[in-house]
Nanobody, 125 residues
């Protein structure tokens, strides 16, 4: 069983930076990892993803050039560095992991098997 725990969320001002982390336990080898977010009244949406080796990343257009996803497999942890934050980035951020060995686009909810509980990111004007 895989468990994912997010940390690092908080309240920041527009233009600030924030880094959230997702630590995993369990069988996490050869998985791709992703970040999604959900704002009040909206559906959960894709933010960023990274494959096992870190050689391939994928970003939503809305965060491209501002957010960077990375991973440290020695710590089973994935990070999301968020720069130039905007009020519309306010949401609960969820990390996710695939089944080991799964091949997929990495950008869809259905590509992921395991989910964290989420961490709140609030960006004020």
């Amino acid at each position: 069983q895989v468990q994912l725990v997010e940390s690092g969320g908080g309240l920041v001002q527009a233009g600030d930076s924030l880094k959230v982390s997702c630590a995993a336990s369990g069988r996490i080898t050869n998985t791709f990892r992703g970040w999604f977010r959900q704002a009040p009244g909206k559906e959960r949406e894709f933010v960023a993803a990274i494959n096992w080796s870190g050689s391939r990343t994928l970003y939503a257009d809305s965060v491209k050039g501002r957010f960077t996803i990375s991973r440290d497999n020695t710590r089973s942890t994935v990070y999301l560095q968020m720069n130039s934050l905007k009020p519309e980035d306010t949401a609960v951020y969820y990390c996710a992991a695939s089944f080991p060995g799964r091949i997929a686009t990495m950008g869809a909810l259905g590509d992921y098997a395991y989910w964290g509980q989420g961490t709140q990111v609030t960006v004020s004007f």
